[in-house]
């Protein structure tokens, strides 16, 4: 009888090799070996590398981006946000986390490989859209209900947020040395004079 494929640890090992190899670089019977499976079996479940790649992305992006666009402007944690907390913006974690460095690689494969890939570069677009949509209501909300000043253009302060997350996963992949935290919490903390009302403002 034919061994079970654990899935979680198939799309885990697929993500380590595309991570660490490159998607022209990793093979599948890489991935086989790591997961503890035969490439006979992969391929009875998935077409090939691009199929890997595309269902190891959109686990990560779930896991990191999803939460990271949702934290960003309710201020549930140190993402980034457009939110008040103790006078600055929630922001050190874009910068300085390590938990991102995976799904950043991960992400910038993907990149590469959508020049070459339309299902990749399809199934990107897609995601950024909804995460772009998603973002935009969240700031709307903070508008009518929150600090956020409503004078300002959302598609710039969607666009604003998304730039600053793919940014620094460019950054952080070319191991470039970032800024003290607490010299970019001084830098936000003066953006967010522009992005949020005035203390004590009335709605």
Avoid: C
């Amino acid at each position: 009888m034919p061994k079970q494929i654990d899935e979680d640890l198939l799309i885990q090992a697929a993500a380590e090799v595309f991570a660490e190899r490159g998607y022209a670089g990793a093979g599948v019977a890489e991935i086989a070996r790591r997961a503890g499976v035969t490439t006979g079996a992969i391929y009875s479940r998935y077409s090939g590398k691009s199929e890997l790649l595309l269902e190891a992305l959109k686990r990560s992006f779930v896991l990191h981006i999803g939460e990271a666009i949702s934290s960003a402007i309710s201020g549930e944690n140190k993402v980034g946000s457009f939110v008040q907390d103790g006078g600055g913006i929630r922001s050190i974690g874009l910068v300085a986390s390590d938990e991102w460095k995976a799904h950043d690689a991960l992400f910038l494969e993907a990149v590469v490989a959508s020049r070459r890939d339309e299902e990749i570069a399809t199934m990107l677009s897609e995601r950024l859209e909804k995460g772009a949509a998603f973002l935009a209501k969240r700031i709307d909300t903070q508008k009518a209900d929150g600090p956020v000043d409503s004078s300002l253009d959302t598609d710039a302060l969607k666009t604003y947020a998304l730039a600053m997350r793919m940014g620094f996963s460019v950054l952080r992949s070319l191991d470039y040395k970032m800024p003290e935290p607490e010299e970019w919490q001084k830098v936000l903390n003066q953006t967010q004079r522009s992005i949020l009302k005035s203390v004590g403002e009335e709605k």
